[in-house]
Nanobody, 123 residues
Framework: VQLQAFGGGFVQAGGSLRLSCAAS????????MGWFRQAPGKEREFVAAISWSGGSTYYADSVKGRFTIIRDNVKNTVYLQMNSLKPEDTAVYYCAAGEGSGTYYYLYEYDYWGQGTQVTVSS
């Protein structure tokens, strides 16, 4: 199983970025997909998740209304559209896959992880 995250970069506060995560080696439509992030010196934290059908989404309060998670089960890809970015959004962003029909929040609920992509937001 491979999860390849890309699309990170450097952006000014108020700007936008779209992250992508391409999955291979698994039945993509059988997995909840999630995005997490980890800032320097901090623990990895939940950002957003989407159920296997795309019918259910869940967001951390800190990103609600600014970030949108969507998935394409034909392309085996999940996206994180990030708008109105803030300096506190600076982190390495990871995508993850968790088998089952739920919309998962906890790290332990995910079976596979991507390598991470850096997002840096300047003030």
């Amino acid at each position: 199983v491979q999860l390849q995250a890309f699309g990170g970069g450097f952006v000014q506060a108020g700007g936008s970025l779209r992250l992508s995560c391409a999955a291979s080696g698994l039945t993509f439509s059988s997995y909840c997909m999630g995005w997490f992030r980890q800032a320097p010196g901090k623990e990895r934290e939940f950002v957003a998740a989407i159920s296997w059908s795309g019918g259910s989404t869940y967001y951390a309060d800190s990103v609600k209304g600014r970030f949108t998670i969507i998935r394409d089960n034909v392309k085996n890809t999940v996206y994180l559209q990030m708008n109105s970015l803030k300096p506190e959004d600076t982190a390495v962003y990871y995508c993850a896959a968790g088998e089952g029909s739920g919309t998962y929040y906890y790290l332990y609920e995910y079976d596979y992880w991507g390598q991470g992509t850096q997002v840096t937001v300047s003030s």
